[in-house]
């Protein structure tokens, strides 16, 4: 029912800026949470960010701290992942996800709607 698209990912260097965004369609997307989630080769898909339905609240893993910042705009339908500062560790392919389960959302089996990821690779 609820389908969702991301965009904006690329090749940039080491130091770089780049967002990731993710259009929702279907179903009412302020009654969902969103959340970010990436996959690089070879590993298992691990979270990255979440933010609330109306975005208030944010968290994010230990290692993106700092440098990510997940936002959304419920008029657009629309959640964002903006990267400052890259890595070639954040090298993946980068999915959302949207959830109905309040509170803390970390793991992959607590969201029912995925996109089909876009991806992102940071050379060194």
């Known amino acids: 029912q609820v389908q969702l698209v991301e965009s904006g990912g690329g090749l940039v260097q080491t130091g770089d800026s780049l967002r990731v965004s993710c259009g929702a369609s279907g179903g009412t997307f302020s009654n969902f949470a969103m959340g970010w989630f990436r996959q690089a080769p070879g590993k298992e898909r691990k979270f990255v960010a979440r933010?609330?339905?109306?975005?208030?609240?944010?968290y994010y893993t230990d290692s993106v701290k700092g440098r990510f910042t997940i936002s959304r705009d419920n008029a657009k339908n629309t959640v964002y992942l903006r990267m400052n500062s890259l890595k070639p560790e954040d090298t993946g392919v980068y999915y959302c996800a949207a959830t109905g389960v309040l509170g803390i959302t970390t793991t992959a089996t607590q969201y029912d709607y995925w996109g089909q990821g876009t991806q992102v690779t940071v050379s060194s």
């Open positions: 933010i609330s339905r109306t975005g208030g609240n944010t």
